[in-house]
């Protein structure tokens, strides 16, 4: 099993819509989650960090976090075709982040 | 944007050649990686340090070594190079969140 998994996709939503990315982790040490997003030849870029179990709302973005699933979503509503691009999950874990392979997201007009 | 750069931005080696990736942070921060990036692995961790001359192997460290001999640089070494190392290899610093540079290319030929 890998430490950290996430469907790879792409997933495919109209603009306007909401997307749900999923990510679900093996090691139950982690206390901190980080997402970020990646456009193609880029440098991943933090998105928002979560730390509690709950739901966290920045703008356009909400993560949620479930310590006891070993669970953790990033919501995007009002999906812009800018938003298209790779959402990596990764866990914090010991002095460093092991990330997931990424799920794509793409947005269509 | 975090104060990291990374050089060089893009090389081409020929296999057997030692190449030396480096990393530089005007933040003063303890945490620096090394990961690198590939098609279907996403990113995987090569080594990190959490302090001037400390470092630790990542999932991904055989034919890599790294050096830190002052805080703001953390110098990536391939010792000799093979075509398995061709990759995109980021740095990325650790303040209150990990940060990543903009990325080196290597190609092994």
């Known amino acids: 099993q890998k430490e950290v998994e996430q469907n790879s996709g792409p997933l495919s939503v109209p603009e306007g819509a909401i997307a749900s990315l999923n990510c679900t982790y093996s090691d139950r040490v982690s206390q901190s989650f980080f997402w970020y997003r990646q456009y193609s030849g880029k440098s991943p870029e933090l998105i928002m960090s979560?730390?509690?179990?709950g739901d966290k709302e920045d703008g356009r973005f909400t993560a949620q976090l479930n310590k006891a699933s070993q669970y953790v979503s990033l919501l995007i509503r009002d999906s812009q075709p800018s938003d298209s691009a790779t959402y990596l999950c990764a866990p914090y874990n010991t002095d460093k982040l092991i990330f997931g392979t990424g799920t794509r997201l793409q947005v269509f007009p | 944007d975090a104060g990291i750069t990374q050089s060089p931005r893009h090389k081409v080696t020929e296999t057997g050649t030692p190449v030396t990736l480096r990393c530089h942070q005007t933040e003063n921060h303890r945490y620096m990686y090394w990961y690198r990036q590939d098609p279907g692995h996403g990113l995987r961790l090569i080594h990190y340090?959490?302090?001037?001359?400390?470092?630790d192997k990542g999932e991904v460290s055989d034919g890599y070594s790294v050096s830190r001999s002052k805080t703001e640089d953390f110098l990536l070494t391939l010792e000799s190079a093979t075509s398995s190392q061709t990759s995109v290899y980021f740095c990325?610093?650790?303040?209150?969140?990990?940060?990543f540079g903009e990325g080196s290319w290597l190609t092994v030929v």
């Open positions: 990325a610093i650790y303040g209150n969140t990990i940060y």
């Open positions: 979560i730390y509690s179990n």
């Open positions: 340090s959490y302090g001037v001359k400390d470092t």
